[in-house]
C-alpha cells in the first residue's frame, strides 16, 4: 500500500510537468497568433485554456484524495502543498496566455503589433515559453540548482519589460493610445507568466529542502 501511494505522489509530479508543457505551447501558439494576425490559432488557445482548468482540477482531486485517505507527513505534505500552489501558478499561466490570444483576436483583421515593435514582444513570448519549460524540467528532476538559475532568468524578462516601456515613453511614439495599452498589457501578461514559472521553482526548493527561499 505505501509503495502504491509513493507511487501516486510520483504520478501528481508527473502531471504537473505535463501541464507545464501544455502551457508552454500555448505561450508559443498565442504570440505566433499575435504577432501574424492568425485568428484561427488565437482562438484555439483561447478554447484549449479551459482543458487545461480540467486538468487542474483533476490534480487537485489526487491531492485531496492522497491528503483525505493517508495523512501525510513531513515531506510528503510539503510535495501535496507545492503541488496545489503550482496547480495554481499554471492555470493562471494558462489564463494570461488566453489573455495574449484574446488581443489577438480583438485586433483582427490587423496584427496587434506595430512592425517595429514585433520583435520585443517575439522576445518576451520566447523568454517566457523558455521559462516555463524550465520551470517543467525543474518539476521533474527537482534540480535545487536549476530552481535557482530560472529566478536568476527572470531578469531578461525585466529587461525587456524596461525596453518595452522606454519604446512606449519616447516623445516619437506614433502609434496611439490604443496600441499603447494593447503594449502594455502584454508586457504584463509576459511578466506574470514568468513570475508563475519562478514561483513555481521555488515550490520545488521548498519540497526538496523544506525551506521556501526568500523573494530577491
Not at 44 to 72: C, H, N
Not at 93 to 108: E, N, Q, T
Amino acid at each position: 500500500m505505501r509503495e502504491t501511494y509513493h507511487e501516486q505522489l510520483d504520478q501528481i509530479l508527473v502531471e504537473l510537468e505535463r501541464m507545464t508543457r501544455t502551457v508552454s505551447t500555448a505561450v508559443r501558439r498565442s504570440t505566433s497568433a499575435l504577432l501574424t494576425a492568425d485568428l484561427g490559432t488565437a482562438e484555439e488557445v483561447i478554447a484549449a485554456d479551459s482543458q487545461l482548468d480540467v486538468s487542474g482540477e483533476a490534480v487537485e482531486e489526487k491531492v485531496f484524495d492522497l491528503m483525505a485517505r493517508q495523512a501525510p507527513v513531513a515531506n510528503e505534505l510539503r510535495m501535496l502543498v507545492a503541488a496545489l500552489r503550482m496547480v495554481a501558478d499554471l492555470e493562471r499561466m494558462g489564463d494570461l496566455a488566453a489573455h495574449v490570444s484574446k488581443i489577438a483576436r480583438l485586433r483582427y483583421p490587423a496584427p496587434a503589433i506595430p512592425a517595429e515593435l514585433q520583435g520585443v514582444i517575439a522576445d518576451m513570448g520566447r523568454v517566457a515559453e523558455r521559462m516555463v519549460n524550465q520551470a517543467g524540467d525543474v518539476i521533474q528532476t527537482r534540480d535545487v540548482e536549476a530552481a535557482y538559475r530560472l529566478e536568476s532568468t527572470d531578469d531578461e524578462m525585466d529587461k525587456l519589460r524596461s525596453n518595452q516601456f522606454r519604446l512606449m515613453m519616447d516623445d516619437t511614439w506614433p502609434h496611439g493610445v490604443e496600441v499603447a495599452v494593447d503594449i502594455a498589457l502584454l508586457g504584463r501578461y509576459y511578466e506574470r507568466i514568468a513570475d508563475h514559472a519562478v514561483s513555481m521553482a521555488r515550490r520545488v526548493i521548498f519540497l526538496v529542502t523544506g525551506e521556501l527561499p526568500a523573494s530577491q
